[in-house]
């Protein structure tokens, strides 16, 4: 907070690592809404957009991801018929 642009771009030119030195990374657009978002995130937080399935099913935000062949899909009426009328 205390440190100044010149001195952020000389220790950048002295090749010093240090924890105030950061390059900050411009916002990406989201291609649904064009949102502006931070680079690596799995959903969008304006539209809901999934970006990246991988990483939303890592944590959690969807489903984790079948085979994408027709018969490893199931409608959810197929699914309710196949169960005992028990349940």
Known sequence: ???TDLERRAA???GLEKPWLY???PLADCPVCA???KHG????R???AILDREKAAQYGLVAAEEKDSPRSRKSH?????QEPAGK
Do not use: N, P, T, Y
């Open 1 to 3: 907070m205390f440190i």
């Open 77 to 81: 009426a197929e699914k309710r018929e």
């Open 41 to 44: 995130v799995a959903v969008c």
């Open 23 to 25: 390059d900050a990374r």
């Open 46 to 48: 304006s539209c809901g």
């Open 12 to 14: 950048r030119q002295l």
């Open 35 to 37: 949102e502006k978002i």
